[in-house]
């Protein structure tokens, strides 16, 4: 059996319908291309050319960086450096030399723009090490070489003179920045905080700007995980001090005192010190690499001794509280089995229990044929 019927199909769309939605997603994509082609910068380079003397001036390059006279500037743009402003108005172009204005200012160089309390980076007070002084220093190299040595002994007196400036002043160090760009870190003031894990006492020879002893220490840092940082300080906290063995007199030749510490009983200290170098020293891994701060005083952080907290205030009121809870729920179940034990002498409770069985204890059945056979007989 077949239906005819003269109505169209779900789902089919008539000829026109078909035609009005091509035409519709062919319109989107021909807006979207136009996004696209207008957006881009050249297009309107193109469509809105610049003037030619404008052109020429930006091709030849022969503007002086150091004085531009506004008798060559056009109406249509100022051919200037990107780091250069005019101060004037350039709508005279007349040949007199009386209205010209020739004044340039140019952006602050960078060690000084490096220095300026505006800045914000290493704050007013606090000095940078020149850079001419650390072009002999050398990364990933053991040890502090005879040509570092200059650098070196200043960097390492300019960092004694931090322990009058506020340590707020200063950015907090990063491991990472230390050990991914050494050059655009070197020779700032950083403010430092870590675990101390090991504090030897050297003997420094004399050198152009002092000598004595310095405290070596490796310390490691919130971010710097299992590697090491390696610490050089012009002096220690008194607590410090007295953790490095004596010396005893009788010892002819006294070794440098030494003291490691482990992880449970590692002091905290905090410090500011110039960022000098990315050093390698020896490692269980062969040559490991740690970033070497000089540093003025070494500080120990006290711990903190906590005598009383408001949650010794708030105990005694959660034990009455708790307390009473325990006395309320003993009494609900108390009530309970009373009242259990008191309803099952009553008729009611009869009543909802289940009906009697009979037992089958002296039943006796027999089958079909055994009953047929006994009448039999």
Not at 19 to 34: K, M
Not at 39 to 57: C, G, K, L, N, V
Not at 67 to 88: C, K, M, W, Y
Not at 337 to 365: I, K, Q
Request: proline share 6%; glycine share 6%.
């Amino acid at each position: 059996m077949r239906f005819r019927t003269q109505q169209r199909p779900r789902g089919a769309l008539r000829p026109g319908d078909q035609r009005r939605l091509t035409a519709l997603i062919a319109g989107i994509g021909v807006v979207i291309l136009c996004f696209t082609i207008v957006r881009r910068p050249q297009f309107w380079h193109r469509m809105f050319p610049d003037s030619r003397t404008q052109t020429e001036a930006a091709s030849t390059g022969t503007i002086p960086n150091s004085r531009i006279q506004l008798n060559e500037v056009t109406a249509e743009g100022s051919p200037i450096q990107h780091d250069e402003f005019l101060s004037g108005a350039a709508s005279s172009h007349e040949n007199t030399t009386s209205n010209l204005v020739t004044v340039t200012v140019n952006r602050l160089p960078l060690d000084i723009a490096e220095s300026d309390p505006l800045s914000g980076n290493t704050g007013a007070n606090v000095p940078r090490v020149p850079k001419d002084l650390l072009k002999t220093v050398k990364d990933d190299v053991i040890g502090v070489y005879s040509s570092e040595s200059k650098a070196y002994y200043a960097t390492l007196k300019m960092a004694s003179l931090l322990a009058g400036k506020k340590p707020n002043m200063l950015p907090k160090a990063a491991f990472a920045l230390f050990m991914d760009s050494p050059n655009g870190s070197r020779g700032i003031a950083w403010r430092v905080e870590g675990r101390l894990r090991r504090l030897a006492e050297i003997k420094e020879r004399p050198n152009p700007y002092g000598g004595g002893k310095v405290y070596d220490a490796w310390i490691t840092t919130a971010d710097s995980g299992d590697q090491l940082v390696h610490v050089v300080a012009m002096s220690a906290d008194e607590t410090l001090k007295q953790m490095l063995p004596r010396q005893s007199s009788r010892q002819r030749i006294q070794p440098q005192p030494v003291v490691e510490f482990t992880k449970e009983n590692s002091p905290d200290v905090r410090f500011s010190a110039y960022f000098f170098k990315r050093e390698g020293y020896a490692s269980r891994k062969g040559v490991s690499l740690a970033p070497l701060l000089l540093a003025g005083t070494l500080h120990e952080i006290p711990e903190v001794v906590i005598t009383s907290t408001r949650a010794e205030q708030l105990t005694p009121y959660l034990g009455w509280l708790t307390m009473g809870i325990c006395a309320t729920v003993a009494f609900v179940w108390c009530s309970f089995v009373m009242s259990d034990a008191a309803h099952s002498h009553t008729r009611a409770h009869a009543l909802t229990r289940l009906p009697a069985y009979a037992s089958f204890e002296n039943v006796t059945a027999k089958t079909i044929a055994e009953t047929l056979s006994d009448l039999d007989a």
